[in-house]
């Protein structure tokens, strides 16, 4: 009994800091975000912190599972978060976007991941001299797509609308979903190079695996859901079977089935997500019909709010200072500051001249720093 009440008690405060937090953000959240430009993300991964387990006490999601379950908890969350966020990054874009910024799109995502992957790979290298180069990449693999939840801090509000230029607020969307399903092949080679007897082998299977099933299937089945879909709700809207809310509630159950189908077949389902949502907004058809529709936003924001208070109690400081195996938290910080000005502020100054959309150094250097 007396644990059963622990469990309800444990259960009614986490409940008590997420609905409290995202209302009382609410209260303030004009002024966070216009006046000291700080968005939910920032605010709520500190509140977890807070009330964690290394402070407050009060929300530990890894006493939930074992070790495993909580990773296996972890991903899921993560998943679903971001899913939402990239299909809804699709849909939100104008009509045709991708197809029509598809050579800057290229000049932008590959080359600017690829040289960032090395660079941040040779960092590691130096910071953690006992791991091999091969073992850098794998981990740099992981640190080389941007955020796309935390990229709309730039690209959505008062402030972007009125100091960012609509070309560079849409091409850094774009980007931030694009290479986060297309770090896989970065980290599969890593992975294959270092499980594999030879490196023939090892490329093999990255070309069959890595880019032919996860990368190509996983845009090619999104791409296809998504027409299908946009062709199904516009004839269910000519018959008039199909009401406006319906619409707007298909940022979650197409990112979910998406998702869903992506996760069975093993393919990408991060890119599937992605590509679905451009495919459903590609003739400008749903994006009519959700028009000044705002249960989207609100979602996102609790989305928001819940993944990264979760992320915030769930991070693992004691983890950070183990001698023993060359983790150290100078070390770490040294990393940060790396990861902030060499991953991606280089490659986008040396390249923003054959991207359109930017247009001056200032910009390639505010997509570099702020993009990260």
Known sequence: MALELLDITASGLAYICLGGFVVVFSLFSLLMKDKLYLNEVVLGTA??????????????????????????????????????????????????????????????????????????????????????????????????????????????????VKHVPVNLRRILSAESAANDGLAYPFLSISIYLTVESSKKVAFGKWFLVGWLYQVILGVVLGLVMGFVFSHLFQLSKRKGFIDRESYVAQYIAMSFLTVGVARTIGSDDLLAAFAAGSAMSWDGHFNEQIEGEIFASVIDLVLNCACFIYIGAWLPFKDFNMPSLGIEPWRLTVLLISVALLRRIPPIMLLYKWIPEISSWQEALFSGHFGS
């Open 47 to 160: 509140f977890g912190i807070v009330i964690g387990p290394y402070a407050g006490n009060i929300f530990d999601p890894r006493s939930w599972s074992s070790s495993e379950g909580s990773q296996n908890i972890t991903l899921e969350v993560m998943r679903i978060v971001l899913a939402t966020g990239l299909f809804a990054i699709g849909i939100e874009l104008p009509n045709n976007y991708m197809w029509k910024h598809a050579k800057s799109l290229s000049a932008m995502v590959i080359p600017t991941m690829a040289a960032g992957w090395l660079i941040i790979g040779g960092i590691l290298r130096a910071l953690f001299p006992r791991l091999s180069y091969v073992s850098c990449l794998a981990i740099a693999a992981c640190l080389t797509p941007t955020d796309p939840i935390i990229c709309a801090a730039i690209v959505g509000g008062k402030f972007a």
